[in-house]
């Protein structure tokens, strides 16, 4: 599989993700939450993924932050 191209939104999620306490899962549900993938691949977030996440789905809103 492709991987996506790296527009500027994409780009602020990464920073943004690495400049917080984010596991793995939580920055591909929202990388790719809008496509489905994460539920495709059954990755629901957990309590423990991001304190702020919970276990509430990640929007456009999130990822325009």
Same mark, same amino acid.
């Given at each position: !599989?492709q /991987?996506? $191209?790296? +527009? +500027? *939104?994409?780009l602020?999620?990464? &920073?943004? @993700?690495?400049? /917080?306490?984010?596991?793995? *899962?939580? &920055?591909?549900? !929202? !990388?790719?939450? #809008?496509?489905?993938?994460? *539920? @495709?691949?059954?990755? $629901?977030?957990? =309590?423990? +993924?991001? =304190? /702020?996440? /919970?276990?509430r $789905?990640?929007? $456009? #809103? #999130?990822?325009?932050?």
């Amino acid at each position: !599989m492709q /991987s996506p $191209p790296l +527009d +500027d *939104r994409t780009l602020r999620a990464l &920073v943004r @993700a690495a400049e /917080s306490p984010l596991t793995a *899962r939580a &920055v591909l549900h !929202m !990388m790719y939450a #809008e496509s489905g993938i994460t *539920r @495709a691949l059954g990755l $629901p977030l957990e =309590p423990g +993924d991001h =304190p /702020s996440l /919970s276990e509430r $789905p990640i929007g $456009p #809103e #999130e990822l325009s932050k």
